[in-house]
């Protein structure tokens, strides 16, 4: 079945430092009416920041594309019906000038979603804004740790003298005593090793998934029960998405990722969901949507954890 139009549009404005454009569509508008706030389980939140990419551009695109994309999926995600629990997609979090101002506002867009007890989904974006919705959690609860997919580590203590880049974040966030947990890294600098050894962080790397797969028992046994999921798609394989800032060989298929999600959610809670770095380009259409499958399949597993 071919679509090809919006029904029941909510208006998106998206803005950045040098771009703005509005779009007329929420997540999945073929299959599913936009839910009110109060009725919605799912908040998809768009987050168009654009501040520290160091290779490819275009992450600022990203929350349109999986939304325009997002028309294309259909009602079942392969197990169930996760738009059934409601799915409200908010006005996209201005991300024009500090960026500081603007984790702040990410903050602000994601503490309301926690206190109802729904599920942010944050779509992104370059990776450095994963700092708010964990930020804004953090304040609320300490009971949760954050589970990363990606093709790096995202721990320098500052990249291209910001300490607020995308190849930060992950320091960023386990500074303030959350655990992480990273899966599908396969580009790592010295300072990244050193700060994984020196802190015992835990991960699961691509090339041991390759030689060994995925294993029966996948976190610490004393990881928290309760997880944050940051899903850069750049942790996909290059093949399957080249479409991002700096694709990455040697990555996930798409039934591995589904499948390291799945053993994640197990016996946990999933409390909030970023994903980030697609850097959407028109002859590489699929990616959009291979971004718009995942955040809907990653809605379903954590529906269903």
Not at 10 to 29: D, G, V
């Amino acid at each position: 079945m071919s679509k090809t139009s919006a029904t029941s549009p909510t208006e998106i404005a998206y803005h950045s430092s040098n771009f703005k454009f509005q779009i007329m569509q929420h997540f999945l508008s073929s299959e599913f009416p936009q839910s009110s706030p109060q009725d919605a389980h799912f908040h998809i939140i768009p987050v168009p920041l654009e501040e520290s990419v160091s290779y490819g551009e275009g992450t600022y695109l990203g929350p349109a594309a999986i939304l325009e994309s997002s028309y294309q999926l259909e009602a079942h995600d392969g197990t169930s019906y996760p738009g059934e629990l409601g799915m409200h997609t908010a006005d996209a979090v201005d991300c024009i000038g500090d960026i500081q101002a603007s984790f702040k506002r990410i903050e602000d867009a994601c503490t309301p979603v926690y206190k109802a007890a729904k599920i942010p989904i944050i779509l992104g974006g370059e990776h450095s804004l994963s700092i708010g919705p964990v930020r804004a959690l953090h304040k609320l609860r300490q009971d949760f740790g954050v589970v990363q997919i990606d093709a790096h580590a995202d721990l320098r203590d500052s990249y291209e003298d910001s300490p607020h880049s995308h190849a930060c974040v992950m320091r960023r966030i386990h500074e303030l005593g959350i655990p992480i947990f990273q899966i599908g890294v396969r580009n790592l600098c010295k300072e990244e090793i050193d700060y994984r050894a020196e802190h015992n962080i835990p991960y699961l790397d691509a090339r041991e998934i390759y030689q060994k797969g995925i294993p029966a028992d996948l976190f610490p046994a004393d990881f928290p029960k309760n997880i944050y999921l940051s899903f850069d798609v750049d942790g996909l394989d290059a093949s399957l998405m080249p479409a991002t800032g700096t694709p990455e060989p040697g990555g996930l298929n798409w039934w591995q990722a589904l499948e390291l999600c799945e053993k994640a959610a197990h016996g946990r809670k999933v409390l909030g969901i970023d994903i980030v770095e697609l850097a959407p380009q028109p002859a590489l259409h699929s990616s959009s949507y291979t971004a718009a499958k995942l955040t809907y399949a990653l809605m379903g597993i954590a529906a269903r954890s």
